[in-house]
Nanobody
Framework: VQLQASGGGLVQAGGSLNVSCAVS????????MAWFRQAPGKDREFVAG????????FYSDPVRGRFIISRDNAKNTVLLQMNSLKPEDTAVYLC?????????????????????WGQGTQVTVSS
């Protein structure tokens, strides 16, 4: 299984960016996909997730209402649309894949739940 993240970049506060994660080597109709982020000197933080067997999505409080996670089943890709970006959103964004989506949502927000990780992509928001 491989996850290939792309997108990101530099944007001014209030702007928008998209990051995407292409999944290969695993069926795209089961399990769960999630985005995490990690800023220098900080722990890895959950951002958003989606269960691949349905339409369920879930978000962290800091990004709810600003970020949207979606997927393109034809391209085996998960997209994270980031709007109204803030300087505190600056981090390396990493996508992750887990086999099971039947864990409680709280468990799906924990990095150790995920076995497969992409390489990460930098998002920088200037003030």
């Amino acid at each position: 299984v491989q996850l290939q993240a792309s997108g990101g970049g530099l944007v001014q506060a209030g702007g928008s960016l998209n990051v995407s994660c292409a999944v290969s080597g695993r069926p795209f109709n089961s399990g769960v996909m999630a985005w995490f982020r990690q800023a220098p000197g900080k722990d890895r933080e959950f951002v958003a997730g989606t269960k691949l067997s349905g339409l369920s999505t879930f978000y962290s409080d800091p990004v709810r209402g600003r970020f949207i996670i979606s997927r393109d089943n034809a391209k085996n890709t998960v997209l994270l649309q980031m709007n109204s970006l803030k300087p505190e959103d600056t981090a390396v964004y990493l996508c992750a894949n887990g086999r099971r989506s039947d864990f409680p949502i709280g468990t799906l927000k924990v990095a150790s739940t995920y076995a497969i990780w992409g390489q990460g992509t930098q998002v920088t928001v200037s003030s």
